[in-house]
């Protein structure tokens, strides 16, 4: 054993520590929006089947990194990504990625509930419609109960799929959100504050929700909540002015955090 | 003056409240007369909107009943076959002298004697030069009546349909007008007979242009409008609609798209006529299609009214909330499937409001229909879009300029057929906007 060199050392110390497969890996992410600088060389992996919760004050760059993950940064006209981030072993910034396939296996929640003003039946199929996932009107039908079964929304609105998505109330709009991103099947579902414009009723629903999703999906999400990260996930990253500060296990984060920084904006300090 | 020392070391002291001097009452008194500013403004349009309808109405609406006198005719053989020879040369069922025919049912029918030439042509004159020709038809397409006597319901003169509508003032000396006392007396010995009654003009809708008024009619001008904006319609709303969502979804955003965008603004702006005189030089002078054909009025309205949709329609893709367009590629969805299977049917209701102010704006237009040659006078209605036509707004402005009194109500009544056309159009864009409005 002492033939081991210091890397295979580490490697194994590592794989002990971690021994949770890694779905995603970012290495040096850098974000530019025009001149402006929005990350500085982030280096954030996301665990696969685990709840990853990114925190920060306001204009941090946790919504920025979010979005690099499934190149939605992609839509801003001057906005430039360096650095490598891969989902398994390939690199979604590589040129012959479709970023089309990308978005299917890293589904997205947006911080405002975002139905489509169509009925909350086709507000479901719509992914798998595109994406050619499923045939007949039975697959339809068991896609859109499976994902609204998934969202726990099916007992809610089965009775009335037909009815207009956003007739729902904001809570149940969000899930159903929810319900369409997971329709489409992905490996990665990244949330960007999903609860900020929900009463304390529907976060919490939103909240187990998101416990529950996490047996099959891989999750990344931006809270601006402390409580709700420390309550739905199991690792936590804190970035500050565009750096990652810190990413630690949420047991320790919020007991023992390492940085200063972190311990500061934890207790209430800034941020 | 003593200065009085604050306790607290530095506080200001909170003895007197800040004076403020907020002048309610001048808020107020400035709130009253925007007001009233505002109400003026609208009084003042909608006094002068219902002087243009009343007006327009007024003069108008007299022109969609006409007056018919029906009287016995006899279809001598004496006077349309005299040798019988129709069964071997139909052509002088064509040439026939009908003019006398007509003339002697209505002398028959007022009773005058026949030979008393001055009365007899006045008598004649009451009803309409188009009668003959009316008869013509009768017994060419049944000669079976010849010998026979029919009831026939003619067209009055327009200067007796005039007096029998009372617009001709009969105090005036009656060398000045254009119609004699004798004939008034006729008029009223056909009405006390019941010969003489006013029916629904339906020759307005269906007959061509006629130099004789009561012969006129507004099909000419209501099928080549239709043509105009059929042409308008199938040509302006797919290319402006691409244009615009090519410009705000996908083209980049630099000095170029900037340029163009500039110069769509500008071409809104630029009168119409200069749009005429294009389409004289390039359709008609240099691609060669025919004059005054409603092709090519359709092409220089399509140019027209292509800059007004792209900037509503524009307008409307950019009222689309980002929120769908990131829930449609965060799914997964190309850039073309959120564009037409989510922001296009939203933006429906305003692209639909915009092609139809637009349509309804190319349906006014007259200036460049002058330039390409649709101011003729065309009797026969077009069959297809490459021949000769006019429009309706055109056929307004040539009445306008006819001398007779009773183009006077015709041009009004046009006038009332093209706002009914226009309020139409208006309504269809309201209830498509309802139809397709949906809430996000």
Redesign the interface.
């Known amino acids: 054993m002492n033939m081991m060199s210091e890397a295979a050392v580490e490697k194994a110390l590592d794989k002990k520590m971690n021994d949770i497969a890694l779905k995603m890996i970012g290495k040096d992410v850098s974000v530019h929006y025009g001149e402006k600088r929005a990350l500085y060389d982030v280096n954030l992996n996301v665990r696969e089947n685990t709840v990853t919760a990114l925190i920060g004050p306001s204009g941090c760059g946790k919504s920025t990194f979010l979005r690099c993950l499934n190149r939605m940064n992609d839509t801003i006209d001057n906005c430039k990504v360096t650095g490598k981030i891969t989902l398994d072993a390939d690199d979604i910034y590589d040129p012959n990625i479709d970023v089309v396939e990308l978005r299917a296996r890293v589904g997205m929640v947006f911080q405002k509930p975002n139905p489509f003003p169509k009925s909350i039946y086709e507000n479901v199929a719509y992914g798998p419609k595109i994406h050619g996932l499923a045939r007949s009107k039975a697959d339809f039908d068991q896609v859109v109960e499976a994902s609204l079964q998934r969202a726990g929304l099916w007992n809610e609105v089965k009775d009335r799929l037909h009815e207009s998505g956003t007739g729902l109330s904001g809570g149940q709009q969000q899930r159903l959100c929810i319900a369409r991103a997971v329709a489409v099947s992905p490996e990665v579902i990244l949330m960007d504050e999903p609860c900020s414009a929900l009463d304390p009723i529907a976060t919490a629903k939103v909240e187990e929700l998101i416990h529950e999703l996490r047996t099959n999906y891989t999750i990344v999400i931006v809270t601006h909540s402390m409580q709700q990260a420390a309550r739905v996930s199991q690792r936590t990253a804190m970035f500050h002015l565009g750096h990652l500060v810190e990413e630690n296990d949420t047991d320790k984060m919020f007991t023992n955090p390492d940085d200063q920084r972190t311990q500061d904006y934890i207790m209430g300090r800034f941020g | 003056m003593t200065n009085i020392v604050s306790p607290v070391a530095g506080a200001v002291s909170p003895a007197a409240a800040p004076r403020r001097d907020i002048g309610i009452k001048r808020r107020y008194a400035a709130e009253r007369r925007f007001r009233a500013y505002g109400i003026a403004a609208i009084t003042f349009g909608v006094v002068f909107l219902i002087l243009l309808l009343s007006t327009v109405i007024r003069n108008g609406y007299t022109a969609f009943q006409q007056t018919a006198i029906t009287i016995p005719v006899e279809i001598s053989e004496k006077l349309i076959d005299p040798d019988n020879k129709r069964a071997t040369d139909p052509s002088v069922l064509i040439a026939a002298n009908y003019p006398a025919v007509v003339r002697d049912a209505i002398v028959k029918q007022l009773g005058i004697d026949p030979s008393k030439r001055t009365e007899v042509r006045e008598a004649a004159a009451m009803i309409s030069k188009g009668a003959p020709i009316q008869l013509r038809n009768l017994v060419v397409a049944n000669p079976a009546l010849i010998g026979t006597t029919v009831n026939v319901t003619f067209l009055a003169d327009a200067n007796i349909d005039s007096a029998n509508k009372g617009q001709i003032d009969l105090n005036v000396p009656e060398a000045n007008r254009k119609v004699s006392d004798t004939q008034i007396g006729w008029m009223n010995q056909l009405k006390s007979a019941g010969a003489i009654e006013k029916q629904f003009n339906t020759g307005l809708f269906t007959s061509g242009n006629s130099s004789r008024p009561e012969a006129a009619g507004l099909g000419v001008a209501l099928v080549g409008s239709l043509y105009l904006m059929l042409i308008v319609l199938a040509l302006s709303l797919p290319i402006g609609v691409a244009a615009s969502i090519y410009l705000e979804e996908f083209a980049p955003?630099n000095k170029l798209t900037d340029l163009i965008e500039v110069n769509i603004n500008n071409l809104a702006a630029v009168p119409s006529i200069v749009y005429g005189l294009l389409g004289l030089s390039v359709f008609i002078n240099f691609a060669g299609f025919p004059r005054s054909a409603s092709l090519v009025g359709g092409l220089v309205l399509t140019l027209m009214t292509l800059p007004t949709i792209i900037i509503a329609t524009r307008a409307a893709l950019r009222a689309v909330?980002p929120?769908?367009?990131?829930?449609?590629?965060?799914?997964?969805?190309?850039k073309m499937?959120m564009v037409f299977?989510?922001v296009l049917p939203?933006a429906m209701p305003g692209i639909l409001t915009g092609t139809i102010i637009g349509l309804a704006h190319a349906l006014g237009e007259t200036a460049p229909l002058l330039l390409i040659g649709m101011v003729a006078f065309v009797a026969d209605i077009p069959g297809t879009p490459l021949e000769p036509s006019t429009a309706l707004p055109v056929q307004i402005y040539m009445w306008a300029n006819e001398a007779e009194r009773a183009f006077v109500e015709r041009t009004s009544g046009a006038i009332i057929v093209l706002l009914l056309f226009l309020i139409l159009m208006n309504l269809g864009a309201i209830l498509l906007r309802r139809r397709f409005e949906?809430?996000?």
């Open positions: 955003k909330p929120s769908i367009r990131s829930a449609a590629l965060g799914l997964g969805a190309s499937q299977h989510h939203l949906r809430r996000w």
